[in-house]
């Protein structure tokens, strides 16, 4: 195999006396990579439990940790393969940790429970069984099967107490109200927010520090509705901006009922939010209600019929409607002012949040009541109790870490696969468990994972955690970025197929606070053939799916050189 075109880039991942992170796009051998830091790290340890690799699901716990041991008993028992200098670096790297393993009398072979190879959760759960006291609960919670049944119970007890009289009978009061007294949809609700508290508890702030929460909530509103704004007054030329200006003019001066919100010209930029409800306003004038650009004006926009200027005014109109649609991006911008909050709140919706961050501090403390008594807990809990008993070790300062002497070690390198699936409680583990780490202190961490791949949003996976990380340090830790860009899956036309096409789709910049991701592109490692590519084929009419599966079927039968490697996605 020859040497890739980012061998250099591969070559600093396994430099081990650094932390990194790591893009690894799709077919770039990122698992491969993971695992050869791994054994790298696990070569110059005193104990195999001082490395921790944390993966995103128990498959591919399972799968790694498979892949090291068979690695392991490769290079305890055979010689290094001949003529492949890839597949040799593999066979070495092993080959170091069993000497390791012999030195230190690991017997990891035997013992491959020592590989700290586990998922998030699986790591969360032995840190609250090691140590329930600091984990906030005072018993070994074990994960449930079903934690509905007890997102429901701590709904049921919390409403029970409209009628004994608890201290939050009022704010559920007010929200029955809300809600037509329909005790049985606020239990729903309470149960589904219950399930999702990992996304909501770190932001749910203390009932006396409410007001400066709400502060805080309209200056995010401001700013966001400024950010807009911004992003529309760059994405047209200021000249079609004073076009458009005097047009509006003239239409809000033959509306029968005057719009006040159309009176304001959109060049005055004294205050940014007022202007706001001028876009709100213009909006109507430029788009259908389906959000589309208008073909066409009349009277009710403010363009009556007529000869010479009523015409020239509405010709001017539709042409500017019309640069407006061919500009990139332009009309995006603008359709996202219908979806903006305003920027301020109501007393009502001030006093309803108000309720609402009680009912919530109520529902989560009788949750864990629930858990408590039961003995069992969600993967949620399991978590916010790890951070609990990592946060109280951090407070107690230096001396024997109980946290040491409950798991028998103590971490020296951390892996993470998959990182741009983290979630801020994963996350905020990661930071607590490299607390006190400093660079050159021989303690690492390496971030491996493709933010152009997160798609667990509704898991809380927070993609601009990847971007963050590779902006800012994580605690006093600086990591190295590196991106690899060989790509050893898929031929040369399909690489590049799929390079000119996602470079149109991805965004030019990254964004952390949006969760925006540039586009990276990946160099080809195979050749392939004219076949292979990008190829679109349509089918319609009654007869689509025998004319798909018919042409599926001659695509396949004109394939070359079928392997075992090859794959057919279908519809279920």
């Known amino acids: 195999m020859t040497r890739p075109d980012d061998f250099a880039v591969r070559q600093q991942a396994l430099s081990v006396n650094h932390s990194c992170i790591v893009q690894a796009p799709a077919g770039s051998g990122k698992t491969e990579l993971l695992i050869r830091r791994y054994l790298t790290l696990l070569a110059r340890v005193e104990q195999p439990e001082q490395v921790l690799a944390i993966t995103f699901t128990r498959k591919a716990a399972a799968e790694m940790l498979t892949r090291v041991v068979q690695l392991l008993e490769g290079a305890a028992l055979g010689e290094s393969p001949a003529g492949d200098e890839f597949l040799a670096e593999g066979w070495r790297l092993a080959r170091a940790v069993v000497e390791q393993d012999r030195r230190q ?285 990592l946060s109280a070790e951090e407070r107690a300062g230096d001396g024997p870490s109980e946290l040491a002497l409950a798991l028998d070690y103590k971490l020296q390198h951390i892996l993470v696969d998959e990182f741009q699936d983290t979630s801020w409680l994963q996350y905020r583990l990661i930071e607590l468990l490299t607390a006190g780490w400093q660079p050159g202190d021989g303690r690492t961490l390496f971030l491996v994972g493709d933010p152009m791949q997160s798609i667990y949003r509704f898991r809380e996976a927070d993609v601009g955690l990847f971007l963050r990380a590779w902006q800012e340090p994580i605690g006093d830790l600086e990591l190295q970025p590196l991106t690899l860009s060989a790509n050893f899956r898929s031929d040369a036309p399909l690489v590049e197929d799929n390079n000119r096409l996602f470079q149109q789709l991805f965004p030019t910049t990254n964004d952390i606070a949006r969760g925006a991701v540039r586009f990276s592109p990946s160099t080809p490692t195979r050749t392939g053939v004219s076949q292979t590519g990008l190829f679109c084929h349509g089918f319609s009419g009654e007869a689509a799916r025998t004319d798909e599966a018919l042409a599926l079927a001659m695509q396949i039968e004109a394939a070359p050189g079928q392997g075992q490697g090859d794959a057919i996605l279908v519809k279920s």
Request: aromatic content about 6%; glycine content about 6%; hydrophobic content about 45%.
């Open 105 to 389: 009398q690991w017997g990891i072979i035997q013992q491959p429970a020592r590989l700290r190879i586990v998922t998030i959760d699986s790591f969360s759960q032995g840190l609250n069984q090691a140590l329930p006291l600091l984990a906030g609960s005072g018993v070994q919670l074990i994960p449930t099967d079903n934690p509905e049944l007890l997102y429901r119970e701590a709904a049921r007890e919390l409403l029970a107490g409209i009628d004994q009289g608890s201290a939050c009978k009022a704010e559920l009061m007010t929200l029955l109200g809300h809600l037509d007294n329909q005790r049985r949809r606020l239990e729903g609700l309470l149960v589904e927010m219950l399930s999702k508290r990992d996304q909501w508890l770190k932001a749910l702030p203390h009932p006396k520090q409410y007001d400066q929460f709400i502060a805080g909530m309209e200056r995010s509103l401001a700013r966001l509705c400024a950010q807009w704004l911004e992003r529309w007054r760059t994405a047209m030329p200021s000249a079609w901006f004073l076009q458009l200006a005097d047009l509006i003019d003239y239409a809000a001066g033959n509306f029968e009922n005057q719009q006040p919100a159309l009176t304001g010209p959109a060049h005055h930029r004294d205050d940014e939010l007022n202007e706001l409800d001028y876009w709100r306003a213009v909006v109507g004038l430029l788009l259908t209600q389906e959000g589309n650009p208008r073909k066409t004006v009349n009277k009710s926009q403010g363009f009556p019929p007529g000869k010479g200027d009523p015409a020239d005014k509405k010709a001017a109109f539709i042409q500017l409607i019309a640069e407006l649609n061919k500009t990139p991006n332009a009309l995006a911008v603008l359709t996202e002012l219908t979806r903006l909050p305003a920027p301020s709140m109501s007393a009502e919706d001030r006093e309803l949040i108000r309720t609402l961050v009680v009912v919530l501090h109520y529902a989560a403390a009788e949750l864990q009541l629930v858990f408590q008594a039961r003995g069992e807990g969600d993967f949620a809990e399991l978590s916010l109790r790890a951070l609990q008993a």
